[in-house]
């Protein structure tokens, strides 16, 4: 079964230093990845996606993620964090099989200090 | 491009109770999903849809909780009798379909039961 793991609840960093969220994974195919953002009171805006190709996907509101197949992981990364990025961060995955559910881990919360 | 659509926006009910949401997908979108999230966890997929046909509704508890989607577009999730633990924001999301799609959502109705 496929699965999603998010591994801290919680990440604190400084406005303007570089900002790295986890994710790992679990599929029995080929992963279809992506990453969601959730603003209080609002539901989820979609990020980004990896499908396939280069490893380095860029996304919305200059986010990035780092597809590796060896780790299974896809970890979001920005290069400097902004205040206006404190928000709730979901991984999702895709199985590439007959349902193509969407699977989500359990989020972490993003906190930028000024 | 009009977004997903969801009604009503809150909802309190008392336990036993039924209630019943409302969503309408982004137009064109094939795939359809109802998500329950608890406050501070992750969303949790209750069913999906490939245009009018379920695809996955596993993890819906099908003893209280019912959706149908008429005419491969709109949308309704039903809870009969609601319990204490329903209480949740019930997450609606629309694809266009396939692995390699991306999910849309609404902003979701929260749901108090008392």
């Known amino acids: 079964a496929q699965s999603v793991a998010q591994p801290e609840d919680q990440v604190n960093v400084a406005e303007g230093n570089p900002l790295t969220v986890k994710c790992t994974y679990s599929?029995?195919?080929?992963?279809?990845l992506f990453w969601y953002v959730q603003y209080p009171n609002r539901g989820l805006q979609f990020l980004l996606k990896?499908?396939?190709?280069?490893?380095l996907v860029k996304g919305s509101y200059g986010f990035e993620a780092e597809f590796n197949k060896s780790q299974t992981s896809f970890h979001l990364k920005k290069p400097s964090a902004l205040v206006s990025d404190s928000a709730l961060y979901f991984c999702?995955?895709?199985?590439?099989?007959?349902?193509?559910?969407?699977?989500f881990g359990t989020g972490t919360l993003l906190a930028v200090q000024p | 491009e009009a977004g997903v659509a969801q009604s009503p926006r809150y909802k309190i009910i008392e336990k036993r109770q039924s209630v019943a949401f409302w969503c309408n997908p982004i137009?064109?979108?094939?795939?359809l999903y109802w998500y329950q999230q608890i406050l501070g966890q992750g969303p949790k997929l209750l069913i999906q849809?490939?245009?009018?046909?379920?695809?996955?509704d596993s993890q819906l508890p099908k003893d209280r909780f019912s959706a149908e989607r008429l005419k491969g577009v709109d949308s309704t999730l039903k809870i009969q009798p609601a319990k204490l633990e329903d209480s949740a924001v019930y997450l609606c999301?629309?694809?266009?379909?396939?692995?390699?799609?991306?999910?849309?959502f609404g902003q979701g109705t929260r749901l108090t039961v008392v």
């Open positions: 999301a629309s694809s266009l379909g396939g692995e390699r799609t991306e999910a849309f």
């Open positions: 599929v029995s195919g080929n992963p279809y």
């Open positions: 990896y499908i396939t190709g280069d490893n």
């Open positions: 999702a995955v895709r199985d590439g099989g007959a349902t193509n559910k969407l699977i």
């Open positions: 137009s064109g979108h094939a795939t």
């Open positions: 849809f490939q245009n009018n046909g379920v695809v996955d």
